[in-house]
């Protein structure tokens, strides 16, 4: 990260010049005497360096100093920061029309991928269709029990491959110490890959599958990247960073396997030699060349879809567990709690089934808690100010990029008791959810904008945690102990440990 900092310091130096260009026009001084209060920034790239490595953290600690929100010019963008859960609910009550637009970072208009995606899309007729379409074939309770089954596998798959691989590297005279991030990755990433497309995409089989596993690392990896571009939008023209290029390149590698991929669905449904349908399916039958009418979607946006599936699916979902696992290995008390309710109502000689979740109040507390404390888009996905609004009495301009910290709601004080210990049992008897109705914990957003696939979300997240504290007994690495788990954070695409949690499986005897 220091790296990427150190890269953007050069670039901004070596286009001094291009960015004195800025101060020939003089910004006008309207509305800005009832701006939120902010730090003051320097010429011409404002706060941009303010931000740190971590910017979710930086600004958490400023709003000791400028309250509840905060507003920031990063380059010649003007940002208002949302850091309460108090000023969270006035946004989303109240103002959730005005600022439901979203501001684009330059790399994701690769391709024309924004124009095409659901999380990316201006508000309107398009974005409502991706959105009907998502939550009528993709995401409502139907949908997800006859998925269920894809669920069971995909996990089954992770907790064979792991007790396997530490059984193998146990076999050598090894440690069998485990990177559990590998295993959750490859895990939402198949399951994903079976929603959308059938395939089990990991396997020996599957060179295509490999292939675009891999640019679609590269893909996230370039979205989650610093980019100048973003914050002088002028520049975008000259890509500085190079990182506009390196995503068309990557890119562009991922859709031309999923052109192949919907090649292949077609010739199989003329075939008659797949009964079932999966979301690729569906949006075939949405398929038009665009000029069919509102409810039709292009060849390209039909690929951009699918590569917007494993976006929003993979990382967040992967992460998010690999949080709640080390939670609960830094508090040895909350595992105990966990694994005896598991015991209680599963049992030792079964499976953890999607049916059981619902007896299992303490599990869904340490999602709930995992969640309040990592969210995984930390400062979900920036939306933009439609209009001048009033918000909170302060003037917020048209074309504002707004930031919503959920990472600093989940530890409000006057939201939350001790907000910064793990405490699932501050969940339990509580009627506060992640569903977009409570503003003081919004890891998947609120309002219009909230992620649709919170439900599949959920049955994941439950699912694959109370398999593995059910299946197995997890030791620590030697030399470590839970005070001494590293819980630093990287931002990318998504918020990840920055060391990844390595840990080594002990089988039970159970199914």
């Known amino acids: 990260m220091e790296r990427t900092c150190g890269l953007l310091v050069s670039s901004l130096l070596l286009l001094a010049t291009c960015l004195l260009l800025l101060l020939i026009k003089k910004p006008s001084n309207k509305g800005t005497q009832n701006r939120p209060p902010g730090p003051p920034g320097w010429p011409v790239i404002g706060n941009m360096l303010d931000l740190g490595s971590i910017p979710h953290q930086t600004l958490y600690r400023l709003q000791i100093e400028y309250g509840p929100v905060l507003w ?88 064979r491959f792991i007790a396997e691989d530490t059984a193998a590297a146990c076999s050598r005279g090894e440690s069998g110490e485990i990177n559990l991030a590998h295993y959750l990755f490859v895990m939402t990433f198949n399951l994903i890959g079976n929603v959308v497309i059938s395939k089990d995409l990991l396997d020996s089989q599957s060179k295509d599958g490999h292939e675009f596993y891999d640019a679609m690392n590269k893909v996230m990896e370039w979205a989650g ?72 979607i292009s060849q390209q946006n039909v690929k951009i879809i699918v590569l917007e599936m494993f976006f929003a699916g993979t990382e967040t979902m992967s992460s998010s567990i690999e949080w709640g696992m080390t939670e609960l290995l830094c508090n040895p008390d909350s595992m105990k709690k966990a694994k005896e309710e598991l015991n209680s109502i599963v049992g030792p000689s079964r499976k953890v089934e999607e049916k059981d979740i619902d007896d299992l109040p303490y599990l869904q507390a340490v999602v709930k808690e995992t969640l309040r404390l990592h969210p995984p888009v930390p400062l979900l996905i920036p939306r933009n100010a439609r209009q001048n609004t009033n918000y909170m009495g302060y003037f917020v301009p048209k074309d504002t990029q707004i930031f919503v910290n959920a990472w600093a709601i989940g530890r409000d004080p006057d939201a939350w008791e001790d907000p910064l210990s793990f405490k699932p049992e501050r969940f339990l008897g509580s009627q506060i959810d992640y569903k977009g109705q409570n503003y003081e914990l919004i890891p998947f957003g609120a ?14 997240l439950h699912l694959t945690l109370a398999s593995l504290i059910h299946c197995f007994d997890w030791e620590l690495g030697s030399g470590t102990t839970p005070m001494t788990i590293d819980m630093n954070e990287r931002l990318g695409l998504t918020l990840r440990k920055l060391v990844p ?5 002990k089988k039970r005897i159970v199914l």
């Open 501 to 505: 949690l390595k840990i080594q499986p």
């Open 447 to 460: 309002g219009r904008r909230i992620c649709v696939g919170v439900s599949l979300a959920q049955r994941v």
């Open 225 to 296: 990247k610093p980019n100048v571009a973003d914050y002088f939008p002028f520049l975008k023209w000259l890509d500085p960073v190079g990182i506009k290029r390196k995503m068309v390149r990557d890119m562009g590698r991922a859709m031309k396997i999923v052109a192949r991929f919907v090649g292949e669905r077609v010739e199989k449904k003329k075939l008659a030699r797949e009964k079932e349908k999966n979301f690729l399916d569906v949006l075939l039958e949405y398929q038009g060349d665009g000029n069919e009418g509102p409810d039709k």
């Open 72 to 159: 920031l010019k990063l380059g010649s963008v003007g940002t208002l920061v949302v850091q309460t859960a108090k000023a969270a609910t006035e946004l989303f009550k109240n103002h959730d029309v005005n600022f439901c637009d979203r501001k684009c970072f330059d790399s994701i208009t690769a391709h024309n991928y924004d124009q095409g995606a659901l999380d990316t899309n201006q508000y309107g007729a398009y974005w409502r269709l991706l959105r009907r379409l998502y939550s009528m074939e993709l995401h409502v309770n139907k949908q997800l029990n006859e998925t269920a089954h894809i669920r069971r596998k995909c996990i089954d798959n992770m907790i």
